[in-house]
């Protein structure tokens, strides 16, 4: 096992980019594992991140933090997080290097502190091309970021109705053309029918999702009796699970799975943190960023002093 650092971050996006970032500047060691699976590279365009008046690419926002870490010498590795283990002053990492196709043997370093960073895995429809369209648009993960572009374009909440019905209504915030796709229509309450109804929202039976080869065509769905609809973009409301199930860590969680944290991003693990995704917030940049800040600040004064 390599010599101790100060802190290992698990993910490399917004959350662990931006930890990094922080503790390079408080002088503190620190190595990213990044395994290449972070939400933010699907993002088509982002035009809720301050600063980026014409918007941003996902991947492209990830790359310019990249960038950035480079004039503090710090560089993400591509690797896998295998598993985690509290031991004396810190913890021991089993991480896997990810280079091209060829399997690498499990290597180990200790920290004194770790910082869960790895976001959620979202559940996608069965498709080859999911990551794709997502990219294109037709699949899209965050109202939040991108319901204000959705003016006078068809929209499906896909996932189970009761769910796709809550995020439906608040879809109706931006588009006049609204639908909830689900298989379980009869699990919805009279009143929960009355309410999409009073909303303008449409309730569509699924039968098959026909996702489109390439990003210029919509995406269809027909009904039991045969009916395609037709959409523009699809947002599946079919679940995540947050990237940190095979950690072997028994740290506390919610009734979602997500990590639990206090204000300063420490989980019930002494020396343990997590922000962004990985814990159960607003999943934005903007929010992963501040909780990063606030976790590699506490990270930073939890230690001891580095005063030159």
């Known amino acids: 096992m390599s010599g101790s650092i100060d802190c290992v971050i698990v993910g490399g996006g917004p959350a662990g980019l931006t930890a990094a970032l922080y503790l390079a500047r408080y002088r503190r060691t620190a190595r990213v594992f990044d395994a290449g699976e972070s939400r933010a590279r699907l993002i088509p365009v982002a035009r809720n991140v301050p600063g980026f008046p ?54 180990a370093v200790h920290a004194r502190r770790v910082l869960l960073a790895a976001g959620i895995r979202d559940a996608l429809p069965t ?19 991108d319901g204000y572009e959705t003016e006078g374009k068809r929209i499906a909440m896909l996932g189970p109705a009761k769910c796709a019905l809550l995020h439906a209504i608040f879809m109706r915030t931006f588009s006049r053309d609204v639908s909830v796709v689900a298989s379980d229509l009869d699990a919805l309450s009279g009143i929960e029918v009355d309410s999409a109804a009073a909303s303008g929202v449409s309730l569509i039976a699924l039968s098959k999702l026909e996702a489109p080869p390439g990003a210029d065509q919509a995406v269809q769905i027909i009904s039991p009796g045969g ?34 944290t206090e204000k300063h991003q420490r989980t ?40 030159r």
């Open 227 to 260: 009916a395609i609809h037709v959409f523009d973009s699809v947002y599946p409301v079919m679940g995540c699970h947050p990237r940190s199930d095979v950690l072997g860590l028994d740290v506390e969680r919610d009734e979602d799975g997500m990590v639990r």
């Open 268 to 307: 019930s693990i002494e020396h343990l943190y997590a922000a962004g995704d990985i814990v159960n917030t607003l999943n934005q940049i903007s929010v992963a960023s501040g909780e990063a800040a606030i976790a590699a600040t506490a990270i930073h004064k939890s230690l001891p002093h580095n005063a």
């Open 127 to 145: 498709v080859p091309n999911a990551d794709d369209l997502t990219r294109a648009g037709l699949f899209r993960l965050c109202p939040i970021c």
């Open 54 to 107: 014409s918007g941003i690419n996902g991947e492209a926002w990830l790359a310019h933090l990249r960038e950035q870490l480079t004039q503090y010498d710090v560089a993400p590795e591509h690797a896998q997080v295998e598993a985690i283990e509290a031991v004396s002053d810190g913890f021991r990492i089993d991480y896997r290097p990810m280079r091209g196709g060829d399997a690498e043997p499990v290597r």
